[in-house]
């Protein structure tokens, strides 16, 4: 397939076009709601579900090929939130503690974009490693630290132990390291007694999810005429740059072409679970109309509806 295939075929997706079903939901003023239990069980099925299939994936895959992936990813975590700081002082005039804030979004990982990409890369007959949640677990914490440390100026430890806390006691992390254990320790053969449950309803769910994340951004989208022309070009080019630096270091380290797509996604989504957790902890002067809006209402949709193809189309080239 070429390129405008591969966009084709994402847009029309039942994923994508969930997605946009909430959006045209919400800019509707429809009474469609999902009740918080509801949210809150999808998000945990979701994330043990791909926690517990890259745990059995990873019981049988040999360390060499995932050591040097995890240690991209774990690459990817410090230095994006070095360069996007850097930007957003010098070139955006933001203040320190909004540009540490929202770098830490940048630099973290989104859980449902590469949860996304790995439904849409398996779509276009192009697997990822089955290991790659480790590395999404590996990926969503480092960044925040960094974040942190570029904001620590007069600032105490107690919201530093606080904030990371929060962070790897979130359900996130909880729900992806205790799903990897547990697909880990059964191997293969245990997982396949479970597969019926966490396999094959897998999309189906994450259609309920996204239609429930399309309400919530566009909520968001009506501030984005707020936050300045600026950070709305961040958001939108960050991502590209950083999704092609992820497509590469893939490549380099070893990943087929699917797993160096869904690398890529993984460098190019902001975080907008855990990180939020922790910068409201450590970083309460942070602007949240900054971060919040970037990460989860220019950012997501972005990734989600156009970042995706273009992603895969860096990895074929790299490929050929």
């Not at 969503?140 to 132990?161: D, F, K, N, Q, S």
């Not at 697909?183 to 019926?196: N, R």
Request: glycine share 12%.
């Amino acid at each position: 397939m070429d390129t405008l295939d591969i966009i084709r075929l994402n847009l029309l997706s039942p994923m994508t076009l969930s997605f946009v079903l909430g959006v045209v939901a919400a800019l509707l003023r429809s009474d469609l709601k999902f009740p918080e239990p509801v949210y809150a069980a999808l998000s945990i099925y979701l994330l043990l579900a791909i926690g517990m299939k890259g745990g059995a994936a990873l019981a049988v895959a040999p360390l060499a090929d995932v050591a040097a992936p995890g240690l991209g990813g774990i690459a990817l975590g410090l230095l994006i939130p070095l360069w996007a700081f850097a930007a957003l002082r010098r070139l955006g005039g933001f203040a320190p503690v909004d540009a540490a804030a929202i770098a830490a979004h940048y630099g973290s990982v989104s859980a449902v974009t590469f949860i996304a990409a790995i439904a849409y890369v398996q779509s276009l007959g192009h697997p990822a490693e089955g290991f790659m949640p480790a590395v999404l677990a590996v990926m969503e914490v480092p960044a925040i630290v960094v974040a942190l440390l570029l904001a620590r100026e007069g600032r105490g430890g107690g919201a530093w132990r606080t904030a990371l806390h929060e962070v790897l006691a979130g359900r996130s992390i909880v729900l992806l390291a205790g799903g990897l254990a547990i697909g880990f320790l059964a191997g293969p053969q245990g997982y396949a007694k479970v597969a019926p449950f966490f396999a094959e309803p897998f999309q189906g769910a994450l259609c309920l999810f996204l239609l429930e994340l399309g309400m919530i951004a566009a909520a968001r989208l009506r501030e984005a005429r707020h936050v300045g022309s600026f950070l709305v070009g961040f958001a939108l080019l960050a991502p590209l740059a950083n999704g092609a630096l992820g497509v590469a270091l893939g490549r380099a380290t070893g990943l087929s072409l699917g797993g160096s797509a869904v690398l890529g996604t993984l460098a190019a989504s902001a975080s907008y679970i855990a990180a939020p957790a922790a910068v409201r902890l450590a970083l309460p002067a942070a602007n949240p109309g900054y971060y919040l809006t970037a990460s989860l209402a220019i950012t997501f949709p972005f990734n989600l509806v156009v970042g995706l193809p273009i992603y895969v189309g860096m990895a074929k080239l790299l490929f050929r």
